[in-house]
């Protein structure tokens, strides 16, 4: 059995077809019991949608109880008639739930500058509302409503105990193309039944989201909508936790495991993607540093090339490394590629190429998961990042989008 968010206590969803997609589900809705410690995060891009604009306004009270979501129109760049939209979707779920409108966070995802309909979206919550359940099958439909071009719903659940109470934490994601570092157009909801404080909460996911969905990349676009939130409604009963002790340790690790989790889902179903890329650097200077890299290889067109056609040419992730921003000396770094961390060859060993190596690579890179380390042995600090490979598939998507 999958376990999904409504194996978290307190937690009622449902996802409902509504018309803006012609047959898949296109409206979700997340539903507490009992109000919750909420936090958020948002896309950087300073073109953002209307809902973007509303959650960010409505997060900062630190609470939330509900959580609409629709798909198929991202209402971006929509003008005052978009915002009037996502206004009136935050006040139709207060209204049906009886909550106060400002514990509402809503988000959208789908194409950019396309009049927003707002009454399909209404009907849509409405209906939703109507059959908000705590079964598994209505946490799956909740995870298929979200998705635009994604191949396959995106999901993840982990448990872990604190002074003997069990406290549960699922995620729902979507993500495929336009997928960035900084968040791209991808979306994330997460339930937790832990007490927290708020401010804590908020720490916690802005150090994993940096961690994790701002380390994926798919296409190097950066999109209007992005948006990862949590909500913990205190439902387990665990004393609250109010300071970074060890049980604040324990509930960090496992949000940062999920949001990995999720992150890479989204990764691997990149918009024509064939391989899911894992980029190690190590022994940097500052973990900035290290991200900045991995940012640079990952997004690199030639690097994701080379990997769709196994041609090992490790030219092009040295390349993109050296213009990374980052003062490094070529002339200390090695370089390993490989299926697995275990399996990774060598092919560059303080700045020399390793002989008689790049048959061997080429062989590993005929594996559908594929990892990259470059040890740039001047410091102790590291970081990982994941990315896909370019293939034909993707132009072929992205070109007939809207037709």
Avoid at 12 to 26: E, P, T, V
Avoid at 67 to 93: F, L, P
Avoid at 253 to 258: F, P, S, T, V
Avoid at 392 to 398: A, Q, S, T
Wanted: charged share 25%; net charge negative; aromatic share 6%.
């Amino acid at each position: 059995m999958l376990n999904n968010i409504t194996h978290v206590r307190g937690y009622k969803c449902w996802g409902s077809h509504m018309g803006i997609k012609s047959k898949r589900r296109d409206l979700a809705l997340i539903y507490s019991e009992k109000p919750a410690a909420a936090a958020a995060v948002f896309t950087r891009n300073v073109v953002c949608a209307e809902p973007v604009k509303l959650s960010r306004k409505h997060i900062k009270n630190g609470k939330a109880q509900a959580i609409v979501v629709n798909s198929g129109n991202a209402n971006a760049c929509t003008g005052d008639a978009g915002w009037r939209g996502a206004v009136a979707m935050a006040e139709k779920t207060a209204e049906l739930l009886d909550i106060p409108v400002e514990e509402v966070l809503v988000a959208s995802t789908g194409l950019i500058g396309e009049p927003f309909p707002t009454e399909k979206v209404l009907k849509g919550i409405e209906e939703s509302a109507k059959k908000l359940s705590n079964r598994e099958m209505a946490g799956s439909l909740t995870a298929n409503a979200i998705l635009t071009t994604d191949t396959f719903a995106k999901e993840g659940f982990t448990d872990f105990e604190i002074n003997g109470t069990t406290i549960n934490m699922a995620g729902i994601a979507k993500g495929s193309g336009m997928i960035h570092p900084d968040m791209g157009t991808m979306l994330a909801f997460i339930t937790c039944d832990l007490a927290i404080d708020s401010k804590l909460l908020d720490e916690a996911l802005r150090e994993a989201v940096d961690k994790t969905f701002n380390m994926i990349t798919v296409d190097g676009d950066t999109s209007t909508n992005d948006m990862v939130a949590v909500m913990c409604n205190g439902m387990a009963e665990n004393e609250k936790i109010t300071t970074k002790d060890e049980h604040y340790e324990r509930f960090y690790a496992n949000l940062e495991k999920l949001c990995k989790h999720l992150a890479k889902l989204i990764v691997s179903d990149g918009e024509g993607a064939t391989k899911l890329v894992e980029y190690h650097v190590k022994k940097a200077k500052s973990e900035e540093d290290a991200r900045k890299i991995i940012r640079t290889v990952s997004d690199s067109s030639l690097v994701k090339t080379a990997i769709f056609g196994t041609d090992p040419n490790w030219g092009r992730i040295m390349g993109a490394a050296g213009r990374a921003g980052v003062s490094f000396d070529p002339e200390k770094v090695d370089l390993y590629i490989g299926s697995d961390a275990e399996r990774s060859v060598q092919i560059l060993k303080k700045g020399q190429p390793v002989k008689e190596s790049r048959s061997d690579v080429k062989q590993e890179m005929q594996a559908s998961n594929i990892t990259v380390i470059l040890d740039l042995n001047q410091g102790t600090a590291e970081a990982v990042g994941w990315g896909p490979d370019l293939s034909y598939e993707y132009i072929r998507i992205n070109a007939e989008y809207t037709t």
